[in-house]
T-cell receptor, first 114, second 109 residues
């Protein structure tokens, strides 16, 4: 049973560019949450998607946007990249939104902005 | 925001029990306490969760105080593979988890 799959694993972008990260949730899960983890810090919540809608959002600017597809997979888009956007981006899936049985995280996409 | 407080680092001898404390004084009555761990360069891994009763699974035990303002994760027989950053969290007012900086546990041979 595949867990959460994220692509790509590593990415280097230039300031001002745009990036799209992808996530396939664990089989049977319908909710996807995205987190940003800077070096030495804990993951910070970006937003959550459920039933193809953004259900909740953390304290991130509008440059961060997302989408959920009918097959529950999700994309995270970041526009006008800043050096400070360099981080590990984690996708977590769960069932039914509240994730009462805990989230399953992917291994993340390491984004470096130069 | 939901806040948790954990010691930044701890050491534990291999084979001994590792007891990791967490304060979560802002937790409300219907929120679960969750513990995750993150091994270097991987995504966080779910360990255990509980509401008010103590819980045990194949990985760990969770002890929650009666007032629910703190909890302790117990790894009964720590191994070198348990070296990781351990996060205590709860869901706050919504569905997201708020992670602090966690406790870096080092298991010493």
């Amino acid at each position: 049973d595949a867990g959460v799959t994220q692509s790509p694993t590593h990415l280097i972008k230039t300031r001002g560019q745009q990036v799209t990260l992808r996530c396939s949730p664990k089989s049977g899960h319908d909710t996807v949450s995205w987190y940003q983890q800077a070096l030495g810090q804990g993951p910070q919540f970006i937003f959550q998607y459920y039933e193809e809608e953004e259900r909740q959002r953390g304290n991130f600017p509008d440059r961060f946007s997302g989408h959920q597809f009918p097959n529950y997979s999700s994309e995270l888009n970041v526009n006008a990249l800043l050096l400070g956007d360099s981080a590990l981006y984690l996708c977590a899936s769960s069932l039914g939104g509240r994730g009462l049985d805990g989230y399953t995280f992917g291994s993340g996409t390491r984004l470096t902005v130069v | 925001d939901a806040k948790t407080t954990q010691p930044p680092s701890m050491d534990c001898a291999e084979g001994r029990a590792a007891n990791l404390p967490c304060n979560h004084s802002t937790i409300s009555g219907n929120e679960y306490v969750y513990w995750y761990r993150q091994i270097h360069s991987q995504g966080p891994q779910y360990i255990i969760h509980g509401l008010k009763n103590n819980e045990t699974n194949e990985m760990a035990s969770l002890i929650i105080t009666e007032d629910r303002k703190s909890s302790t994760l117990i790894l009964p027989h720590a191994t070198l593979r348990d070296t990781a950053v351990y996060y205590c969290t709860h869901s706050g007012t919504g569905n997201q988890f708020y992670f602090g900086t966690g406790t870096s546990l080092t298991v010493i041979p």
